[in-house]
């Protein structure tokens, strides 16, 4: 059977129509297409599009299925369906002059689309190179065609720069870069209320609960028991995952003898509180920077909650469980730079804040979370001056 690059002849040639979301108005001039295929990727790849807006002054258009802040600069849209009309439609509206394309997804009809008018291609944080899902065929060079479009593969260390050489990417424009910045992580929090806050609990260690479930409650405050025994001014502070639970968990802290106050109350933790219960995520940037300590809630049962690098970029010390959620990359990453502290049981985590309760030890961990949640900066440097050579097509 005839084919046209590994598609079987007749899915070559049928015309579906496009779908898709109504798409605002192509901006003037050069564009830059970005393109992430998950959660993980979209962080760094906005980071990237905002770079590229400041720096080389172009437009910037990023394509995810994840939930991504636009910083207010960047188009935010849904990659097309991977048809040939639908990849026509795409291109024809936005005509990129550029684009770059995160982890190694392949998308056949649109790769060949856009390298067929012209636009130079580059993948980053390269993983591993795979086709979507759906669209593989059975011509068994369809992989090493579509890495064959791309003028620069930059991978995030040897090992996947080694599987896109197996797969066919050619040795000459692969390289290891390692990984893009993750971007501006720094939860806000108002200054002022952050002094005053610290100059309240003073010399108090404080660890934070954040995004708890209700399935964790039992094993926090078995763990905050256990390290009072050993500080007994320490202060617990719980972000619940649902903010309605806030005012229920209180009264389950107070019905067991607990010093309580509620944040949704205006009341303070003085001297005396043993837990400060607050009411929603909202105020997380504060949280993060007053806790020298922070259990990553939902990770011992339903899976983790809240972005991991957000507690890290703020100094907070890390505790989680085995379930990593949505964020497996993240927590994988900490976990190989001894960034964060694995736990598999309610036990384990009393004692893991008890072993965290050594100054020196949570010091350690909070820099090397921290390091995670920094790194990157110079491999966005290039990549930003990367896509300024490739839009006014310099070599």
């Not at 394309?101 to 012209?118: H, T, V, W, Y």
Request: charged fraction near 20%; glycine fraction near 8%; aromatic fraction near 6%.
């Amino acid at each position: 059977m005839a084919t046209a690059f590994g598609l079987p002849f007749g899915t070559a040639l049928r015309r579906e129509p496009a779908e898709g979301p109504v798409r605002p108005q192509r901006p003037l001039g050069k564009l830059v297409w970005l393109h992430a295929p998950s959660r993980e990727s979209a962080r760094p790849m906005a980071e990237l599009g905002r770079r590229i807006i400041l720096d080389e002054g172009f437009p910037v258009l990023l394509t995810t299925h994840a939930p991504v802040s636009s910083g207010g600069i960047l188009i935010v849209q849904t990659p097309p369906p991977d048809t040939q009309a639908a990849a026509a439609d795409f291109l024809e509206h936005w005509r990129p002059d550029a684009a770059f394309m995160a982890e190694g997804e392949l998308r056949p009809s649109l790769i060949q689309a856009a390298s067929d008018r012209g636009v130079p291609l580059a993948l980053v944080d390269g993983v591993a190179p795979r086709i979507l899902p759906g669209r593989e065929s059975w011509w068994p060079g369809q992989m090493r065609n579509l890495l064959g479009r791309f003028s620069h593969i930059f991978t995030v260390d040897e090992a996947a720069a080694r599987a896109f050489r197996k797969a066919g990417s050619p040795t000459q424009v692969t390289q290891v870069a390692g990984r893009l910045e993750e971007g501006s992580l720094a939860l806000p929090c108002t200054e002022a209320e952050r002094a005053a806050m610290a100059r309240l609990l003073a010399t108090r260690q404080v660890w934070l609960a954040a995004g708890l479930p209700i399935q964790e409650e039992a094993a926090v405050i078995g763990a905050h028991h256990a390290a009072l025994k050993l500080a007994h001014r320490m202060l617990l502070i719980v972000v619940p995952q649902e903010p309605d639970r806030a005012g229920p968990l209180a009264e389950r802290f107070e019905a067991e003898g607990w010093k309580v106050a509620r944040r949704a109350a205006d009341e303070e933790p003085d001297a005396e509180t043993e837990v400060f219960v607050a009411d929603g995520a909202a105020e997380l940037g504060l949280w993060y920077r007053l806790a020298q300590v922070t259990w990553l809630g939902g990770s011992l049962s339903t899976g983790c909650v809240l972005d991991p690098l957000e507690a890290a970029s703020l100094g907070s010390a890390l505790i989680h469980g085995p379930r990593a959620g949505s964020h497996g990359v993240t927590l994988g990453r900490l976990t190989a730079a001894r960034a964060s502290m694995t736990v598999d049981t309610a036990r384990d985590l009393a004692e893991a804040l008890a072993d965290l309760l050594a100054p020196d030890r949570v010091a350690r961990l909070a820099h090397a979370g921290w390091a995670v949640a920094s790194e990157g900066t110079e491999v966005t440097d290039r990549v930003v001056a990367l896509a300024g050579r490739l839009v006014e097509r310099e070599p």
